[in-house]
């Protein structure tokens, strides 16, 4: 019997919790929490839509995409015909299981092989020479492929046929030469020159743009600038067609931007120029901001 005066406590009952509902170690949810297969069976049959007929095409691209993606993850330069061999064998295995449930992976396995191959076979196809380390005073001879004209300087890219510099017996197929704005000679002149000449830009941390890697994929071997002037000479053979191509449309783009320039004035004439040549050294720089500010630099960016 409680005592008078003193508070009465409650009595409660001790027990364990039920076996049923038991929780294992570091586990969120008991163990017969229901949710778990439907979450799996849900994801499954999504699954399956995506590989019903017709839809897993789109997904082919993606595949591919991947494989070049692996080919530049690799730590070192893959062996051309391993690689074209397996994409090969992964095809073929893929084609005699397309009556197979196993087809969706086997087509999707070969995509990416086929892509890392194709990234193999592409590198080796373009595989030039890259300088190495800086060239002073170097006379170069060669065809003007493309013009650059920007804000403050120029730029073009010379097909080297001729190069002459001391201490080195390097031979470049094509470099990318900056020059005083105003003095880029025209798309598929034939010139001579003397230039510096510095090894492709690496990356300037880690994760950021590698313009090496840009520049190697454009076959260019080298950028620097021009030192002295440049005189154009008589080409040694007509250059080839592709040349030919590249001054015919360098050449429209040039009139076009005539045509703009004389019709519009101001920004108009600037970003009207931009769209279509590709030309951006007349547009002002509030204007500049302003488009990438407002997320449309991409525009002008892609734009020519």
């Known amino acids: 019997m409680a005592e008078p005066g003193r508070p009465v406590r409650s009595q409660g009952v001790a027990g364990t919790w039920p076996v049923g509902r038991a929780a294992p170690a570091g586990g969120f949810v008991p163990a017969g929490f229901g949710v778990w297969p439907s979450i799996v069976e849900t994801l499954r049959s999504w699954a399956s ?7 897993l095409l789109p ?15 690799a730590d070192h330069e893959p062996v051309l ?45 373009i595989a030039h020479t890259v300088l190495a380390k800086p060239l002073y005073s170097v006379s170069l001879s060669g065809f003007v492929e493309t013009r650059d004209i920007r804000e403050r300087t120029d730029r073009f890219v010379l097909r080297v ?27 598929g002149s034939f010139v001579q020159l003397k230039a510096r000449l510095m090894p492709p ?23 620097g600038f021009v030192m002295g002037a440049i005189t154009a ?10 040349l030919r191509y590249a001054a015919f449309m360098q ?23 931009a769209l279509l040549t590709g030309r951006r050294d007349a547009i002002t720089t509030p204007v500049n901001d302003a488009t990438f500010i407002s997320g449309l630099g991409h525009v002008l960016s892609i734009s020519g």
């Open 49 to 55: 839509a995506e590989a019903g007929a017709g839809r």
């Open 81 to 125: 015909w391993v690689a074209a061999v397996t994409a090969a064998a992964l095809t073929i295995g893929a084609v005699l299981l397309r009556r197979s449930r196993l087809f969706g992976p086997a087509i999707m396995i070969a995509a990416v092989a086929a892509g890392f191959a194709v990234a193999t076979w592409k590198t080796a196809r």
């Open 59 to 73: 997904w082919l691209p993606v595949a591919f995409g991947c494989g070049i993606a692996l080919y530049f993850a």
């Open 233 to 242: 000479s008589v080409p040694p053979d007509a250059g080839g067609l592709k």
């Open 161 to 187: 046929t001729a190069m002459e510099a001391q201490r080195s017996d390097v031979r470049l197929e094509r470099v990318r030469l900056s020059v005083r704005k105003g003095t880029a000679p025209e798309v």
């Open 201 to 223: 830009l690496s990356p300037v941390r880690p994760g950021s743009y590698d313009f090496s890697r840009d520049m190697f994929f454009q076959g260019i071997g080298a950028s």
């Open 251 to 273: 050449g429209l783009r040039d009139a076009i931007d005539a045509r703009i320039r004389a019709t519009l004035d101001g920004d108009n004439r600037a970003i009207a120029t």
